[in-house]
């Protein structure tokens, strides 16, 4: 018989019927979303992503929640319901599990359940039952793929217990989002996101964290698995940094006016609210965090290189609906579907409707469209016509220099038949192919801590890109802005790899 909670929990929720009363149904076309296998958008999905959320359990019923991968296909398909993938942990995932996989600079997430298959050494395979696009709403409350936002300090402490430990309540004051692996009675396994302005999981004393439970797809998957088990796992993060916070313990839902008045957002107060009873709070390193490099701009995908997701959920509806009763009716999906730029139509539909949700819960400065990373000057060149209306607001973006920057950046950019920055000039020396990189980076003699800053059309930043690659010049020192220009520029392919000779005083950063 498993162990009850202890927490003394007012106005607690305890039924399907109070859950559905709180959350509502969710729509038919949710649900439909929810495929067998990984198709061929899942695959390219896992190809492009660098991490994943992870919750397991080990034969003895722990539960754990982490963070797997650090680069690019770490998640290898075998077949279209199997996958394997490395996890350093020393834990030995049983039975079900679940994931969702991030792609860095994009709101919706790609969630998948299934089953531990087998497990040879640190690799493990496990059997997929079901995928599905998730929403972007926990992302963007968070504003995961923005700047970090200074943390408040961490309030003091009641009482004893695991969040008393070191650097645990500091770590949870900065942290905006968090994984959330819960079960239901039968052994499903579901890892949701859950993302807040400044602490997404608040402290109320050394035993028991509280998490707001604000509007989202009515899914509410952990709070019909907490009604019937209440033993969860999380893992929190903290943009910028690559620690990760575990979290293990009992939890119970509440609809406490008091409690939730807590978490009100401009006078919006969440509709319910997770306490946790916390039996094991951990602060360790992650590889996968520190090696996918979430928080660089540079390492985030291009719109126009990045899958489609809201348009993959299209395609998973429309597939779903011609088999299914009591959904929407496939033919007009397919219809619509056939339709030239629909993609872009519902993205930019989704993206209102993201901004109009939250700002009824009480967000502010909400981003613009979960997912779409096109500059100013990309979407100028590719989208805009004669006659278009625009409305224009300051400057903004995570193309910067940090404010804590390093003693010397080196910056390059170009423009077609224009001025290309720093000495060179096109019509003088013509346009900086390889060789001429090369040479310029020599006689700049810059430090080997030097940061690059690359802007202009795509050939451009490739050649440069190679040419610090051959200078042996870290990926983490390169960061680099991406536009289009009206037409296209080439140059030359060739290749340059000296290494500068670093004997030399470096030189102040010039541009």
């Not at 009482?159 to 004051?173: E, H, S």
């Not at 119970?252 to 319910?272: F, K, N």
């Not at 289009?484 to 541009?511: E, L, Q, V, Y």
Request: proline share 8%; charged share 25%; glycine share 10%.
């Amino acid at each position: 018989m498993q162990q009850e909670s202890q927490l003394n929990v007012p106005d607690r929720v305890t039924t399907v019927e109070e859950v559905e009363a709180i959350v509502g149904r969710p729509a038919s076309a949710i649900m439909l979303k929810q495929i067998s296998a990984l198709d061929e958008g899942c695959r390219t999905i896992l190809a492009q992503c660098p991490i994943a959320a992870f919750g397991y359990r080990d034969a003895a019923g722990t539960g754990r929640t982490t963070f797997i991968g650090g680069t690019p296909g770490f998640a290898r398909v075998h077949s279209p319901t199997r996958i394997s993938f490395t996890l350093p942990e020393p834990g030995e995932p049983h039975g079900p599990v679940s994931f969702f996989f991030l792609l860095p600079g994009v709101g919706e997430i790609l969630r998948v359940n299934g089953s531990v298959a087998g497990r040879r050494a640190a690799e493990t395979t496990v059997d997929i039952e079901e995928a599905y696009v998730h929403c972007a709403q926990a992302v963007l409350r968070s504003r995961l793929w923005q700047p970090p936002a200074p943390a408040d300090p961490a309030a003091g402490i009641t009482g004893d217990g695991p969040l008393c430990r070191p650097g645990v309540a500091d770590f949870l004051a900065a942290a905006p989002f968090l994984a959330l692996s819960s079960w239901d009675s039968s052994g499903g396994s579901d890892t949701s996101p859950r993302g807040d302005r400044q602490a997404v999981a608040r402290i109320l004393d050394g035993r028991t964290l509280v998490i707001p439970d604000r509007r989202g797809n009515k899914r509410a998957d952990t709070l019909h698995n907490l009604l019937e088990d209440d033993r969860l796992s999380l893992a929190a993060l903290v943009p910028g940094r690559t620690g990760v916070l575990h979290v293990r313990g009992r939890g119970a839902i509440t609809t406490d006016p008091a409690l939730l008045e807590t978490m009100a957002l401009r006078g919006m107060s969440p509709h319910a609210a997770l306490l946790i009873d916390v039996e094991h709070a951990e602060l360790t390193g992650n590889d996968a965090v520190a090696r996918s490099r979430l928080w660089t701009p540079g390492a985030h995908l291009d719109r126009d290189a990045m899958p489609d997701l809201i348009g993959l959920a299209r395609e998973h509806l429309t597939a779903n609906s011609a088999s299914t009763d009591g959904g929407p009716p496939a033919f007009p999906l397919r219809v619509v579907g056939a339709i030239p730029g629909i993609n872009r139509l519902l993205r930019l539909v989704i993206n209102r409707a993201y901004r109009s949700g939250l700002r009824k819960e009480g967000y502010e400065d909400i981003e613009d469209g979960a997912g779409d990373r096109r500059r100013g000057s990309t979407h100028a060149h590719r989208d805009l016509r004669a006659g278009d209306r625009l409305a224009v607001r300051g400057p903004s973006g995570s193309f910067h220099i940090e404010p804590q920057f390093p003693e010397e950046i080196v910056l390059v950019a170009a423009h077609r038949d224009r001025l290309s920055v720093t000495h060179v000039l096109t019509s003088r020396d013509g346009r900086l192919d390889a060789a001429g990189v090369g040479r310029w980076i020599n006689d700049l003699q810059p430090s080997r801590n030097a940061h690059y800053y690359i802007c202009g059309p795509e050939p451009l930043m490739e050649t440069v890109r190679d040419v610090l690659a051959g200078l042996a010049v870290p990926d983490t020192q390169v960061h680099h802005e991406r536009y289009t220009s009206g037409a296209d520029a080439t140059w030359p392919p060739s290749r340059w790899s000296r290494r500068p000779d670093t004997s030399r005083k470096p030189r102040s950063a010039r541009t």
